[in-house]
């Protein structure tokens, strides 16, 4: 394994989800005035590491001739986006039940719109400025360096379907808009003193917003029948999860499985959240000829989420494998798709809330992200969620602790920019901004060689990324 000159430290903290392989110092920061891309105006410049791990640059030119190296966008812009660059499909009403399907696809169109043909290269857009999260490259599960895909999540046997017999891993790349890019710019303009109330009220993402996350698998076609003429990428990832450590890479190509995507959207503040989320899955068997990165515009959408639906408790899950969508009838902040004929089946969340395939069945997507904080003291999912009956796969079928009063916090709607935990900083449904701060965090605790009184006020929960813990943390008295 080659690590671009970057010398191995190693230090251990509570409220990180993993021990680490610590990369160098970044470069000082400074602000230009240049036309960057399509916008006019103040950048932030501080050249944060582009990736984490990667082959040697020889065996690269070598072997890869035909690919490219993963460059980060990290010029944010220091000026807010004008009321013009409001995306168009704010005009779309994402709660009606007739015209749901219409706002999230538009949303879909909006993310692919000039990355889709340049291979959601950011830089190369001719539409609109994207730019990617700072950090991302920190430890084992830091991004490779084909395509900037960082290491997420572990898929379960039959998660995806009845042949998938073995795990499996998933990798994403974060995308984030203007407005986005803003709330970056506010939260790393000082390289070595983040921002973290940045993402916190009176600040957090402003209206306009848009994320969007591309997530990859391992698995293939043998075992999960809709990723069929699939879209690749090479990736320099784990052969295996293995509990989240990285004890080595392999070149491997990855298959596109699904899509999320964020949007604060501000008529969802009605709904006590101000986000709505969506998801999509692959479906390949609708590929009708398409090639290369055109094969994403197989993303079928599986729903949209703008909030938890605290008042039902519908105690069901659609256990793996899963042979048919099932969907909650008593749910309004939730919609699912119901064309089956267009969607594989999907396992959803608890309840039948918003879910994607490699994500977990006993959560949901605005759940899980409500959770994001730094320090990340909350669990991405409450322990409740692993409590139940199994079925002879050794597959939850039914919660038996869902009366507990942290699984009913889980599940309540929670503001924008609002701290999900009292002693945390908010990082806004972001889950890329708290592993950024945190991982920033414990870089710059190796280096000043020192600890903070804070570090001892609180006892974290440490956690991988998929929200499984790491270890069994004694608690106080």
């Known amino acids: 394994m080659y690590y671009f000159k970057f010398p191995q ?32 105006g103040k950048v932030v410049k501080n050249n944060f590491p582009d990736f984490g ?11 890869y001739p035909n690919d490219r190296v993963f460059k980060l966008s990290q010029d944010y812009p220091l000026e807010m986006p004008d009321d013009s660059q409001i995306p168009s499909f704010f005009d779309i009403p994402f709660d009606d039940d007739e015209r749901w399907m219409e706002y999230i696809n538009a949303v879909r169109d909006y993310a692919f719109e000039g990355m889709i043909d340049v291979d959601f290269i950011a830089q190369e857009s001719k539409v609109r400025n994207w730019y990617h999260m700072p950090w991302m490259h920190w430890g084992p599960q830091g991004s490779e360096g084909f395509h900037g895909l960082a290491k997420e999540a572990e898929i379960g046997p039959y998660q995806l379907g009845p042949n998938q017999k073995t795990s499996h891993q998933t990798y994403a790349l974060g995308f984030y808009n203007e407005f986005a890019g803003y709330t970056l710019a506010q939260m790393w303009k000082d390289k070595d003193n983040p921002d973290p109330y940045a993402t916190q009220k009176p600040n957090g993402f402003p209206v306009g917003t848009v994320i969007f996350k591309l997530l990859f698998t391992d698995a293939d076609e043998s075992e999960v029948d809709y990723l069929v003429n699939p879209m690749t990428w090479n990736a320099y990832i784990t052969p295996t999860w293995n509990n989240g450590l990285d004890t080595g890479r392999i070149v491997k190509k990855m298959h596109l499985i699904q899509m999320d ?3 604060r959207d501000p008529r969802a503040d009605q709904y006590g959240t101000g986000w709505v989320f969506g998801t999509f899955c692959y479906n390949g068997k609708l590929n009708n000829g398409k090639e290369g990165s055109f094969r994403a515009e197989n993303l079928v959408p599986v729903g949209i989420q703008f909030g ?6 519908t105690n069901f899950i659609n256990p793996y494998p899963v042979t048919k969508t099932i969907i909650n009838p008593n749910l309004k902040q939730t919609k699912i798709n119901p064309d089956s ?11 039948g809330r918003l879910d994607g395939p490699v994500d977990l069945n006993t959560s949901s997507c605005m759940s899980c992200h409500a959770t994001a904080e730094f320090p990340q003291i909350a669990a991405l999912v409450p322990k409740e969620s692993f409590i139940g009956d199994t079925n002879a796969l050794g597959q939850l079928t039914k919660l038996t602790e869902t009366q507990a ?20 900083t908010s990082c806004d449904f972001s889950l890329q901004v708290s592993l950024a701060l945190g991982y920033f965090t414990e870089w710059k605790d190796e280096e000043v060689k020192g600890y903070w009184t804070s570090e001892f006020e609180r006892l974290p929960v440490e956690m991988n990324r998929d929200g499984s813990l790491k270890i069994n943390v004694p608690q106080p008295d």
């Open 9 to 40: 430290r190693v230090k251990y903290l509570l409220y990180l989800a993993c021990t680490v392989f610590i990369l160098d110092s970044c470069s000082p920061p400074s602000t230009s005035t240049e036309t960057v891309g399509k916008t006019n």
């Open 53 to 63: 791990r990667m082959i040697s640059p020889a065996e690269f030119h070598t072997k």
């Open 261 to 263: 995507v964020m949007v």
């Open 308 to 313: 938890n639906d605290p008042q039902d408790t």
């Open 341 to 351: 004929t267009q969607l594989p089946p999907q396992h959803l969340g608890w309840g």
């Open 405 to 424: 009063q942290e699984f009913i916090e889980y599940f309540k709607n929670l503001e924008c920019a609002t701290p999900y935990t009292a002693d945390a």
